[in-house]
């Protein structure tokens, strides 16, 4: 990540600063349910919709075996690069939650929504586009909220494609996401 002092990062804080006006009640509330990962929205359902829906049994084994490697994964990288949070730096950027204590880098939740957006695009690829769509949502807010530089949201992202591409070298796991593409299919 950029150097505290860099010019990056002034730019980033920078920025930070200016989605302050980005702050509607509407997409502060989006914001405050995506705190929980169970909220975030992926097409047109919550991902809970996805973990407890009969209709995505092998989805949510896949699902839960993803965020099983995403939460130590990350919590390892923040504690290694233990990069300061942005209100921290800049006490005059206001956040609309509260600030997590672990460090900055790289973003838990960019890390999470894209990992989700990676497998649900193997399981319907033809939604690729709307699943990177809501991961980048969901990464950017946590910048609009202050609590994320945009090269956490960045790195997050590089790490859900690695957490991704290393879980799919495990025969069981792609197996069952090969097993899973069978509830995405659209049926007449």
Do not use: C
């Not at 994964?73 to 949070?85: A, E, G, I, L």
């Not at 957006?117 to 699943?131: D, G, I, K, N, Y």
């Amino acid at each position: 990540f950029p150097a505290n002092s860099s010019l990056r990062t002034e730019a980033e804080l920078k920025l930070l600063h200016e989605y302050v006006a980005l702050r509607t009640p509407k997409r502060v509330a989006q914001i405050k349910t995506e705190m929980e990962f169970s909220g975030m929205r992926v097409g047109s359902e919550t991902l809970q919709t996805y973990l407890e829906d009969p209709r995505y049994q092998k989805t949510a084994r896949a699902l839960n075996q993803v965020l099983d490697e995403i939460y130590p994964t990350v919590m390892r990288q923040k504690m290694q690069y233990d990069r300061v949070r942005p209100d921290r730096l800049d006490p005059t950027l206001t956040t609309v939650i509260d600030v997590p204590e672990h460090p900055a880098y790289p973003s838990g939740h960019s890390t999470q929504s894209h990992a989700v957006a990676f497998l649900f695009t193997l399981l319907a690829p033809q939604r690729q586009v709307e699943f990177e769509q809501d991961a980048l949502r969901v990464a950017v807010n946590r910048e609009i909220a202050g609590v994320h530089y945009p090269s956490d949201t960045a790195a997050g992202r590089f790490l859900a494609r690695q957490i991704i591409d290393a879980m799919l070298q495990n025969r069981d796991f792609a197996a069952l996401v090969e097993v899973a593409k069978a509830e995405w299919v659209v049926q007449p």
